[in-house]
Structure formats: C-alpha cells, structure tokens
C-alpha cells in the first residue's frame, strides 16, 4: 500500500495549513493582513483615549504636567515583557491574544471614568498596559508573515491602521465624556467585544509562529545582528522620541492651557495629528521597500523638527496646516523602524518585535518625564521647543543602520 496516497495520508490540521508557509511565504495577502490590520485600528481607537482625556484627568485629579503626563507611561510599562511574550510567540500561536486584545484594551480604557484615585486609575492602566502588549508583540510578526517580499508595503497598512485609530480615538473619548459625562464612558467599550468576535471568526485558524526548529536554530545566532540593528536604532529612537512624545502626549495639554482650547478643540488638534499620521504611516514604509530605510528616516528626521518651530512661532492660521505637516514626519518612522527589525531577524520576528518594543516604551517613559518636567519648570512652549531641536541629534546614527 502507498503510504503517501490520499487515503491513508494523515490530515493536515485546519490552523496548519490556513496560513501556509507554501507557495504563499512570497505572496502579499492581502485579506489577512488587512484583518489584522482592521483589529490594529480598532485597539489603538481605545488605547488613545488616555492622551485627549489629560485635561479632564488633571483636573479631576489635581496633578502636575509630569504626573498627569505619567498616565501614559503605566499604560506602557508592561512593554518591558514584550520580548518575553515574542520569544513565546515564536515558539506557538499566539492568535488569542490579537483575537481578545481589542475586548480587554476596551473595557479598560473606557473605565476610566470609574476610577477614584491616582493609583485606581494607574492600576487600571497598568492592566491595559498588559492587554496592549499582548496585541502589539505577535501582531507585526503575523503581519510580516502574511507580507511575503513586501514587508514594508505590510508594516505600513499596520501602523497606517493603528495610526487611522489614533485619529479617531480621540474624537470618541470626547463624545463619550459630551454624552455621558467621565464616568458613563464605560458603554464605549461593547464596540471592542463586537469586534474581537469578528476577529475570533476569521483568525481562528491563522497560524503565525514560524516552525520551531527555526526559531531555536536561529535564536543564538541573532545576537551579532541584535547589537548591529539595535544600537543606531536606539540612537535614533532617543533623539526623535522628546518630539514625538511633545506632540502625542502633550499636545491636548498645550492645546488647553497655552491656546485656551475647549475639550473638544483639544482633541481635535491630536485628531488632525493622527489623520495626517495616517497617510505617512501607509507610505513611509511601502516607499522605503523601493528608495531605501535610511534614505526615508533621513528626510522626516530633517523636516519634523522644523515644522515644529513654524507651528510654535508661526502665525495661528497656519496652526493646522502645520498639525497636517507635523502628522506626515513625525509618526511615519515608525513602520520603517518595524520594517528594519523585521528585515534583520525573519525567524525571530516577534522576538525581535518585542524587544524594539520594550526599548521604545523605556526610551518613551524617560521622554515623557523630561518633556513632563521640562513643562512644570519652564512652560509647554520651552519643552516643545527643546523637544525639537533634539531630534536633530539622531541624524548622525542613521549611517551606521544596516543596508
């Protein structure tokens, strides 16, 4: 009898085979990245609501810039885990954690009008922060997968989407808090579970970890690339980070207190930051496949800066055009950052995703206490200002990233 005939052949497991790694390593496909991608738009539409709420939060609370600004951080410290949870995502599927991230990031980021101090709201956070780095350690990997050749075409739609949640997150944290006031936001959160069943139906059977020989074979070898990839990477993440952070973080704040903006203006600023964030996340990355990482990184690292200066000294008319401009340099690194690391390490995708996580939360939480007590001692418009002349310094690091 023909052991390899189709009638005694052994059945390939559904989940195996939904995402096979032939023929299709080389095919762009496009359903799948475009589900993960919708699932990214959807979680950081929650995981947004932190930065429009400051001002609300500030009061409520009675802090200072820097405390209120620390919010952020909480959510963010369990970024430190992430290379943790990639080395496991590399290891076995970790679809449940993109399938149920946007439920859990959506009850807790819209309990937070239930909170009744600092430390309940920084605990409720700190659990978000877990949810957060659940989704966003396995998720580029997956996506990297799906992608074929054009990694960067992938990471682009990806942070493209998480940037399009960006915008709109908001945008619903405002009218939540117009309609049912800071604590009825909580009936925001049924929108997530809705979605996280839609992802259950289609991700199901999605595999995303490469086979595990590869990733044990290839784990000892990827420190040399680590120390070549990481240390210009970092250099360029902590010069670029204070301007980012000042414009992500801050800008409602300064919004509010320096141009004596109503809620709604203030969050509609970051709205327009993050529109504009859209369209150069969804290009950066696809026009770095073709002119090249560093080339791309050169150029928005130059132009942010000094947009920055125009919208601090420039006339008030040309407030959002510049908020337009700011949005198209300041966030489009990122997918040209997740497309370099995925290019270096191609069997420890979420292992190396995570790790530029973590380091990205360390070098953000340091850029937020600066930026922070910066604008307790000398006002918002001097840390902003010293905020974008320090991007400059990462220039010198983009020649020492690999080719």
């Not at 990839?229 to 000042?246: H, K, N, R, S, Y």
């Not at 996580?357 to 007590?373: D, E, P």
């Amino acid at each position: 009898m023909d052991l390899d005939s189709p009638t005694t052949r052994p059945a390939a497991r559904e989940e195996d085979t939904a995402v096979s790694p032939t023929p299709a390593a080389d095919t762009f496909q496009t359903g799948q990245v475009g589900t993960v991608s919708s699932a990214h738009f959807v979680h950081d539409t929650y995981s947004a609501f932190i930065s429009p709420l400051l001002p609300v939060l500030q009061e409520r609370l009675g802090v200072g810039y820097a405390l209120a600004g620390s919010l952020q951080i909480f959510a963010q410290l369990p970024s430190l885990f992430n290379p943790f949870i990639g080395y496991i995502a590399d290891k076995v599927n970790l679809r449940w954690f993109i399938i149920l991230a946007p439920a859990v990031t959506a009850t807790l980021m819209s309990s937070m009008g239930l909170t009744s101090s600092y430390l309940s709201l920084a605990l409720l956070l700190l659990a978000s922060g877990v949810s957060i780095a659940c989704f966003h350690s396995p998720a580029p990997a997956m996506i990297a997968k799906v992608s074929g050749k054009r990694v960067g075409k992938g990471m682009s739609i990806f942070m493209a989407s998480g940037e399009l949640g960006r915008t709109v997150g908001p945008v619903v944290a405002a009218a939540g808090v117009a309609w049912w006031g800071l604590e009825g936001m909580w009936r925001l959160m049924f929108v997530g579970w809705a979605v996280s069943g839609i992802l259950y139906l289609r991700l199901r059977h999605v595999r995303a970890a490469p086979k595990r020989d590869i990733a044990e074979a290839s784990l000892v070898k990827m420190w040399p690339t680590v120390r070549q990839v990481f240390v210009p990477l970092i250099w360029i993440m902590a010069g670029g980070m204070l301007l980012q952070v000042a414009l992500t973080t801050y800008l409602p704040l300064f919004m509010s207190d320096v141009l004596q903006t109503n809620l709604w203006l203030a969050a509609a600023s970051l709205t327009i930051l993050q529109a504009a964030g859209v369209v150069g996340a969804l290009t950066s990355g696809t026009v770095s496949d073709k002119y090249g990482r560093q080339r791309i990184l050169f150029i928005v690292l130059v132009v942010a800066p000094l947009l920055l200066l125009a919208f601090l000294y420039g006339p008030s008319w040309l407030a959002v055009p510049l908020l337009l401009a700011l949005g198209l340099t300041v966030l489009s690194p990122q997918p040209v950052f997740l497309a370099i690391v995925q290019d270096q390490f191609p069997h420890n995708r979420a292992l190396a995703n995570g790790s530029y996580l973590a380091v990205n939360f360390l070098i953000r939480a340091a850029a937020i206490w600066i930026v922070g007590l910066m604008a307790d001692r000398f006002g918002l418009p001097t840390a902003f200002l010293v905020s974008g002349l320090a991007a400059f310094v990462s220039l010198p690091a983009l020649r020492y990233l690999p080719h």
